[in-house]
């Protein structure tokens, strides 16, 4: 009996969704014009990482180790995303990353335009159905963390 909990499918699910995911934050940057913070931009590396290790765990699915790096990405990306999600509710302090992308420069008229492009970590500005991005995010990053353990312990390697 095949099943949606299979690797195969698992691999296949989480490949797309991380495709749809990166396209998604791309057309939101460029088409509708939403600047994203740095945390934002970090929480885009699990996704993109994730493409290649499915690609291999698609192939090598009797395996556990791209199984295992998968939990271990996306609990990163999960905590990242619960940081950011606790930022912008006021639970977690602001880092001082987010708010200065001025260290490095030496130029007065950079510094100003600088100063005008700096998107705050704090401020949701996209919202889906009132839950910010890496509301999202957290969301199904657990999502794909609890069906990947669930694949790695009590899943057959088919």
Not at 66 to 87: K, P, R, W
Request: proline fraction near 1%.
């Amino acid at each position: 009996m095949k099943t949606i909990f299979e690797r195969k499918n698992i691999y296949l699910i989480i490949f797309f969704y991380s495709i749809f995911a990166i396209l998604y934050a791309v057309y939101i940057e460029n088409v509708l014009g939403y600047l994203p913070c740095k945390l934002c931009l970090y929480q885009r590396i699990p996704f993109i990482l994730s493409i290649f290790l499915c690609l291999i765990g698609y192939n090598y699915f009797k395996s556990d180790q791209i199984l295992v790096y998968l939990i271990l990405l996306f609990s990163i990306n999960f905590m990242l995303a619960g940081y950011h999600f606790g930022i912008e509710n006021g639970i977690f302090m602001e880092f001082g990353g987010c708010r200065s992308n001025n260290l490095g420069i030496t130029n007065k008229e950079e510094l100003l335009n600088s100063l005008n492009i700096n998107v705050s970590c704090k401020d949701a500005i996209f919202k889906i159905f009132d839950l910010s991005l890496s509301g999202w995010n957290f969301i199904t990053s657990l999502l794909i963390v609890i069906i990947c353990l669930r694949a790695l312990f009590y899943g057959k390697n088919k």
